[in-house]
C-alpha cells in the first residue's frame, strides 16, 4: 500500500515537473518572439530616425550661420572686403547644409495607403436596420401556442437542447475568427485618415519651416552684399573679394535649385493630403 502510495507520489512529482517545464518554455518562447519583434520594429524605424538625424544636423547648422551672420554684419560695418570673404565661407556652409537636409530623403508618407483608406473611408455603411426590424417581426408573428401544448417531457427535452445548443453556440463565437462589420472598416479608416493626414501636414510645416529660413538667410546676405559692392564701387578690390562675389552668386543658384527639387518633391503629398498640407509650399 505504501509503495503503490510512493508511486502515485512520485508520478504526480513527475508530472508537476513535466508541467513546470512546459510553463519555462512557454515563457522563453514567447519572450524570445517579443524580442524578435522589438529588433524588427527599430530595424524598420532607423531609415527614418537616420533621416530625422540628419535633416536634425541641417536645422541645427542653419541656426549656427544665422547666429553669424549677426557679426559678419557687424564686421562689414568697416570693412566691406572682409564682409565679403566671410559672406562667401557663410553660403559655402549654408549650400552644404542644405543639400545635406535633401539628401537626408523624403517624408514618411504611404501615398497610396492614404488613398486607398480615405476612398474606404468615404463608403456610406449599409442599413442594416431595417433587415433586424423585419426579421424580429417575422419572429414575434409566430404562433405561440406551440409551447404551451408541450408537455413535461418536452420541456425537459428542449430544456436540455436549448442549454447543448447555447453551449455550442458559446463555444463557436469564441473560436470564430473576426469578421469586421463596413462600419468597423469605415471607423478604421477615418480614424487612419485623420492620423495620417495630421503627421502628413506636420512634416510638410517642418521642411517648409526649413526652407523658408534658409530662403530668408540668403536674401539678407544677397542685401549684404549689395551693399559691399557699393562701398567697394570706388575702392581697388582685390582677385579674393571678386572671387567671393562669383562664388557666392553660384552656391545661391545651387540653394535655389535645391530648393525647388525639394519644394517639387513635395506636390503629390499636397494634393493628396488636402488643402491644409497644400499650404506649406
Not at 524578435?36 to 527614418?48: I, S, V
Not at 562675389?245 to 553660384?250: A, D, E, L, N, V
Request: no cysteine; charged share 35%.
Amino acid at each position: 500500500m505504501n509503495i503503490g502510495t510512493s508511486g502515485i507520489s512520485g508520478q504526480n512529482t513527475a508530472s508537476a515537473t513535466l508541467t513546470d517545464l512546459n510553463d519555462r518554455l512557454k515563457l522563453a518562447k514567447a519572450q524570445k518572439a517579443q524580442a524578435q519583434k522589438t529588433a524588427a520594429d527599430t530595424l524598420n524605424e532607423m531609415p527614418k530616425k537616420t533621416r530625422d538625424d540628419a535633416r536634425a544636423r541641417a536645422k541645427a547648422k542653419v541656426m549656427q550661420l544665422v547666429e553669424r551672420l549677426k557679426i559678419i554684419k557687424e564686421l562689414g560695418k568697416s570693412d566691406p572686403k572682409i564682409m565679403a570673404k566671410m559672406l562667401a565661407n557663410l553660403m559655402k556652409e549654408l549650400k552644404a547644409a542644405v543639400k545635406d537636409y535633401a539628401k537626408a530623403g523624403g517624408n514618411d508618407m504611404d501615398i497610396s495607403g492614404f488613398s486607398a483608406a480615405q476612398s474606404a473611408a468615404s463608403q456610406p455603411v449599409p442599413d442594416s436596420d431595417a433587415e433586424t426590424e423585419s426579421t424580429a417581426e417575422t419572429e414575434s408573428t409566430e404562433p405561440a401556442e406551440e409551447a404551451a401544448v408541450s408537455d413535461d417531457t418536452d420541456s425537459v427535452t428542449e430544456d436540455t437542447t436549448a442549454e447543448a445548443t447555447t453551449k455550442t453556440d458559446a463555444s463557436d463565437e469564441a473560436t470564430a475568427p473576426y469578421i469586421p462589420t463596413p462600419a468597423d472598416i469605415k471607423g478604421a479608416a477615418e480614424a487612419y485618415v485623420k492620423t495620417e493626414r495630421q503627421r502628413a501636414e506636420g512634416e510638410l510645416m517642418e521642411v517648409n519651416d526649413f526652407m523658408k529660413q534658409v530662403r530668408g538667410l540668403v536674401k539678407v546676405v544677397k542685401d549684404l552684399f549689395e551693399t559691399a559692392k557699393i562701398k567697394l564701387a570706388f575702392q581697388k578690390v582685390d582677385k579674393d573679394t571678386v572671387e567671393a562675389f562669383k562664388s557666392s552668386g553660384k552656391d545661391m543658384e545651387e540653394i535655389d535649385k535645391v530648393l525647388q527639387d525639394l519644394n517639387k518633391g513635395l506636390d503629390d503629398e499636397r494634393a493628396v493630403y488636402g488643402p491644409r498640407a497644400a499650404i506649406y509650399a
